[in-house]
């Protein structure tokens, strides 16, 4: 029987009450987006509404715990707009939605900022006050909840920037890979770490530089002790990229099975293998649509019946995206779902493909 881990990518939605006080405080220009260095009173907005997203998480009995990200104004480029040797450029769409970020043009050195790992600790510090309030109060939720750190991709990361500062595509990319495999190493401890990669679906890397993405991965998995999982999204894996990610050395890939393309992932898994623990997107995370617990138990569920020779160890179910696209109230109701599709016997037989 495989364990069923209920997870998130991170990157909450920010709540009404937070969008209202940050308008004040910030501003609406890009050039009061965060930057590191924020005052006082907009870190205590993000303290409450970090504290908010932990505890909702906490009250639905997910297992693996994320700080909600609700400082990355600029998604997973949050890293290198926050930096000092990196300049904010115009606002440029990101991936193929309605949501924009600052282009971050990276004009020195990258060095880590510990930035991540400051958010990360007050997450640590939050959870373990709530596991220690739940342990003195049998009237109180939760169950065995762990804390889980998000970063992006190497890949994702340098595809969604501008270099102005590195020779060349794979001199730059070995420089973000070192950057994140630094910010992980200074994350404090914590069970699972999702790197997440939908560059890799969205605009594949060439053949000389598949073979450097499997090995910043790598170096980035080697710098924790934490289970890593590369979670990929908004599509299927091309053969290529899919069979040169499988020589990463970490604990779980990750597929989105709510978008198209399903057939591919299948296709890759079956051909080229997989990992003995993976990570499923079974939860639409841009989609306003909220499918019951029982639905996403049976998708995780058609999803193993195909891969039959394989036993999964671990299966994290998870939202299809970072699900910052959503209002609140749907979000919480899709996590609700998330958590309730790991007691839903996920292992039923489930013969047909079940629509998205």
Do not use: C
Request: charged share 20%; hydrophobic share 35%.
């Amino acid at each position: 029987m495989s364990e069923y881990v209920a997870t998130s990518p991170g990157l909450f939605p920010l709540p009404d009450w937070a969008k209202s006080e940050l308008s004040d405080l910030k501003g609406h220009q890009k050039e009061d987006l965060i930057t590191g260095d924020e005052s006082s009173e907009v870190r205590g907005v993000y303290d409450t509404s970090r504290t908010e997203a932990i505890e909702t998480q906490f009250e639905m009995g997910f297992d693996r715990i994320v700080g909600g990200q609700h400082r990355w104004d600029d998604m997973l480029a949050h890293p290198l707009t926050i930096h000092d040797n990196v300049e904010t450029g115009g606002i440029i769409r990101y991936y193929d939605n309605n949501n924009f970020y600052r282009d971050p043009r990276v004009t020195g050195e990258l060095t880590p900022t510990g930035d991540i790992a400051d958010e990360l600790a007050a997450t640590a510090e939050t959870l373990t006050e709530i596991n220690a309030n739940n342990e003195s109060n049998s009237d109180s939720p939760g169950g065995d909840t762990a804390l889980q750190a998000v970063l992006p991709g190497p890949y994702s990361l340098a595809d969604l920037a501008t270099n102005n500062y590195y020779p060349d595509e794979a001199t730059f990319l070995s420089a973000i890979g070192e950057l994140l495999t630094k910010e992980a190493a200074a994350l404090p401890s914590h069970e699972t770490l999702f790197l997440l990669e939908p560059s890799l679906v969205t605009a594949a890397p060439n053949d000389d530089i598949a073979p450097l993405v499997s090995e910043t991965i790598s170096n980035i998995a080697d710098a924790t002790e934490s289970e890593v999982i590369v979670y990929t999204y908004f599509g299927a894996l091309d053969e290529k990229t899919y069979a040169y990610l499988m020589d990463a050395s970490v604990s779980a890939l990750g597929f989105d099975i709510v978008a198209g393309e399903r057939e591919q992932t299948l296709y890759n898994v079956t051909e080229y293998g997989v990992t003995t623990d993976i990570a499923l997107g079974v939860a639409d995370g841009q989609n306003t649509l909220v499918q019951s617990s029982e639905t996403l138990a049976e998708r995780a569920s058609w999803f193993q019946n195909q891969v039959p020779s394989t036993e999964f160890d671990t299966v994290y179910l998870t939202t299809s995206a970072e699900p910052f696209y959503l209002p609140v109230n749907k979000h919480r109701k899709k996590l609700t779902a998330l958590a309730g599709a790991t007691t839903d016997s996920p292992n039923a037989t489930t013969e047909t493909e079940v629509e998205a």
